[in-house]
């Protein structure tokens, strides 16, 4: 039997071993650069150790804070300009502390209070309940723009709400029609992206999330439709039942149900916007 020289067979089993792993290298090469484009597409937005911190500090039960909700631990997300996922945390101990479904809609909400804000007018996602209903001024938005569920349940759920969380890097989609979904605005009243926050009542998700933005400094707001000029996209509970109708009508058309008494109160001195 004919053998090839030593050198001669090295190379051929290093010529072998290449011809084989090149997409390999390439998925590693391009995970590398999804990785700098991620960082590169948030930059400017709050890392996962600051949106951590400040829901921890928002939700504040053990400070004795109240929230007017359950007191549940809470979910947050980040999404920039362009609706790509740049942050996503939670208060818990491990992710099995809040309410797992809570994840995707932390996102959903982050993206649409970023999708249908502008730089001169901030919709909270608890500013459209009333306009998305039928007959209201932005009837059937909550269907469009879904969620991408390729980018929702995409990696290892081990690592859902971590620095590296699977989601983060993609564009989530999807629209939220109750609280929990602010606008970011930097200096200057630039918008430059939107904050998710679910786990509890969307009245007490409202609540948590005004508080984290306020603690990151990004509430440099314009004008909104709440009617408060201190708290443009504040929520609004102006739904009255009216004879004839099976729920109730917002009176200015951007309201939200009322979950407690004691979350209407919170709502209502809430920080006020940074000038």
Known sequence: MHRLPRSLATLAVAATLFAFTPAVWGQTDDADNNGRDSRE?????????????????????????????????????IVNRDGVVCVVAYTGLTRS????????????????????????????????????????????LQHSNP?????????????????GDPMVGGRIGGVNIFGGGLGLYSFGRNLIGGLGVSGDTSCADHI????????????????GVSGDTARPDNIVHDIVTEPGH????????????????AATG????LPVRRQ
């Not at 400017?44 to 007191?71: D, K, M, V, W, Y």
């Not at 999330?209 to 306020?214: C, D, G, I, L, S």
């Not at 729920?247 to 008494?261: K, N």
């Open 246 to 261: 099976s729920t109730g009508v917002s009176a200015s058309g951007w309201g939200h149900p009322a979950c407690s008494a």
């Open 266 to 269: 919170i709502a209502a001195a």
């Open 41 to 77: 597409a948030c930059k400017g937005l709050p890392t996962h150790f600051e949106l951590r911190n400040a829901l921890i500090a928002a939700r504040g039960l053990n400070s004795g804070q109240t929230n007017g909700g359950l007191g549940n631990h809470m979910w947050g997300a």
């Open 208 to 223: 948590i999330a005004w508080r984290v933005r306020n603690t990151l400094q990004l509430d440099y707001l314009p004008a």
């Open 147 to 163: 969620v991408d569920p390729e980018v929702a349940y995409r990696g290892n759920p081990k690592l859902n709400g971590e620095g």
């Open 97 to 140: 502390d809040q309410w797992p479904g809570s994840r995707v809609i932390a996102a959903q909400k982050a993206n649409t209070a970023n999708a249908f804000s502008l730089n001169a007018l901030a919709l909270s996602t608890a500013n459209l309940y009333s306009a998305v209903q039928p007959g209201g001024s932005l009837a059937g």
